[in-house]
């Protein structure tokens, strides 16, 4: 089976919509986040503090480059994972990348009350996703399947997924 890579903004449920395809398909998954506060003993809000996001950014290519050389693995990546064309291209080289969206609103909804995403802690979270939702959609869209989630549980949006790659168990 190809690698599926879960791209999309933060809180479109990319990490749980990651652990469902790994039940359904029994492949392992794992996530580029969840790599890069192994590597760096920090969590996320630390490094970006104190080490800045060039620093994460680095960090998580080249995590990505080192997850893209897998194979059948389920990989969820952070939101702005899609921001070096680079990371999309490694990704691709072995796997099929979908992009997970959902609105604004939802987004915000889905986000509130969670500390650890440091780009979301500002006064008016609803209009830093939008600012950020906009400069970014041109770096999700080089998805190779985009599909929204709103209204669906973990397990329906991973369903979908394996039907549209034509996964067979
Ligand atoms: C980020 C998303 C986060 C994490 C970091 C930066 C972003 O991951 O990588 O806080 O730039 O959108 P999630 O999308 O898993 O929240």
Same mark, same amino acid.
């Given at each position: 089976?190809?690698?599926?890579?879960?791209?999309?903004?933060?809180?479109?449920?990319?990490?749980?919509?990651?652990?469902?395809?790994?039940?359904?398909?029994?492949?392992?998954?794992?996530?580029?986040?969840?790599?890069?506060?192994?590597?760096?003993?920090?969590?996320?809000?630390?490094?970006?503090? *104190?080490?800045?996001? *060039?620093?994460?950014?680095?960090?998580?290519?080249?995590?990505? *480059?080192?997850?893209?050389?897998?194979?059948?693995?389920?990989?969820?990546?952070?939101?702005?994972?899609?921001?070096?064309?680079?990371?999309?291209?490694? +990704?691709?080289?072995?796997?099929?990348?979908?992009? +997970?969206?959902?609105?604004?609103?939802?987004? +915000?909804?889905? $986000?509130?009350?969670?500390?650890?995403?440091?780009?979301?802690?500002?006064?008016?979270? =609803?209009?830093?996703?939008?600012?950020?939702? $906009?400069?970014?959609?041109?770096?999700?869209?080089?998805?190779?399947?985009? +599909?929204?989630?709103?209204? *669906?549980?973990?397990?329906?949006?991973?369903?979908?997924? =394996?039907?549209?790659?034509?996964?067979?168990?």
């Amino acid at each position: 089976m190809k690698n599926i890579i879960l791209t999309g903004f933060m809180g479109t449920g990319k990490t749980s919509v990651s652990r469902e395809l790994s039940r359904i398909t029994g492949f392992p998954s794992m996530d580029s986040d969840a790599e890069i506060v192994a590597r760096e003993k920090m969590s996320i809000n630390d490094i970006f503090a *104190k080490k800045g996001e *060039k620093f994460f950014r680095d960090v998580e290519t080249a995590i990505i *480059k080192e997850i893209s050389k897998l194979h059948d693995v389920i990989i969820s990546t952070g939101g702005g994972a899609v921001l070096r064309v680079q990371n999309i291209e490694a +990704l691709k080289t072995n796997g099929v990348v979908v992009c +997970l969206t959902a609105s604004p609103e939802e987004i +915000l909804r889905r $986000t509130k009350g969670d500390s650890g995403r440091p780009l979301l802690q500002v006064e008016d979270p =609803l209009s830093k996703i939008n600012e950020l939702l $906009t400069k970014r959609m041109p770096y999700y869209e080089r998805a190779d399947i985009m +599909l929204e989630t709103e209204g *669906k549980t973990p397990r329906q949006i991973a369903e979908e997924i =394996l039907k549209e790659i034509g996964w067979k168990p």
